[in-house]
């Protein structure tokens, strides 16, 4: 999947004196508070992180409360969706007029009918609400399927990300697999699918990540107060 990228990044995290005697812990309650929240910093939604403490020693900030400031080197794992990028998402409803899927379990997608193209039909199959392909007959997008959309736009502020099944290369990820590997719809590139595999791999490592409890983030400075509401347009 496009948009996940790793960074490698030198960081500095300000500690009360008063955790002076608890430093790792601190670090990780103070990082972990801008997980999953866009950082204009790093242009993307910090996912995951791996850290190792530069050095035991710290700078003391002078003030009324002597901060101090540890650095750290951290590999982080961040989605950053662009425009016309392609994200891959798990349907978890559909309406006549809409598609919504949930992305890494935790950013929402909309795609609205304007942005489904002509082939798939709204319509009920044995009772379940589908979008039917009229060229292809088992292309078929229901709920708990997982698809590959294009990237509208993304609202920063509250991580949801408009997109689009306009491209042919888009839709249902078992059907378009499947006939991309029989040769019945060409390849956007070979780098293509190689990032599509990389992205697979570090969806993976993310994953792993999570069930550890391993989160974190900070940079070289003290932090910056981000923009209310940013819309990233095509």
């Known amino acids: 999947m ?18 002076a005697t608890k430093v790792p812990q601190a670090i990780l309650r103070e ?11 790093f242009d993307g939604v910090v996912l995951a992180y791996d850290v190792n403490i530069q050095n035991k020693t710290a700078k003391i900030l002078p003030g009324i409360y002597p901060y101090f400031g540890v650095r750290l080197k951290a590999k982080l794992l961040l989605l950053s969706p662009k425009p016309d990028m392609l994200l891959e ?20 997608a909309t795609i609205t ?14 009772g379940q609400e589908v979008f039917a392909s009229t060229s292809h007959k088992r292309h078929v ?3 708990g399927d997982m698809i590959r959309f294009l990237v509208k736009s993304l609202d920063e502020e509250i991580l949801h ?24 719809q060409p390849e956007r590139s070979t780098k293509k699918r190689r990032e ?3 992205g697979r791999e570090m969806q993976e490592d993310y ?28």
Do not use: C, M
Not at 10 to 19: C, I, Q
């Open 2 to 19: 496009e948009g996940l990228k790793v960074s490698d990044a030198n960081l500095v995290v300000y500690v009360h004196p008063s955790k």
């Open 31 to 41: 990082l972990s508070s801008l997980l999953f929240k866009f950082s204009e910093i």
């Open 89 to 108: 998402g798990k349907v978890v409803k559909l309406t006549k007029e809409s598609i919504h899927v949930i992305v890494l379990g935790f950013s929402s």
């Open 113 to 126: 009918e304007e942005d489904i193209r002509e082939e798939f039909t709204y319509k009920l199959k044995h």
């Open 141 to 143: 997008i229901k709920v």
């Open 161 to 184: 990300i408009s997109g689009s099944l306009i491209p042919a290369q888009t839709g249902s990820i078992r059907w378009l697999d499947k006939h991309v590997e029989e040769g019945s």
């Open 196 to 198: 599509r595999d990389r």
């Open 207 to 234: 994953t792993g990540l999570v069930s550890e409890g391993a989160f974190s983030l900070s940079n070289d400075h003290r932090p910056k107060k981000s923009k209310r509401r940013r819309t990233v347009e095509p």
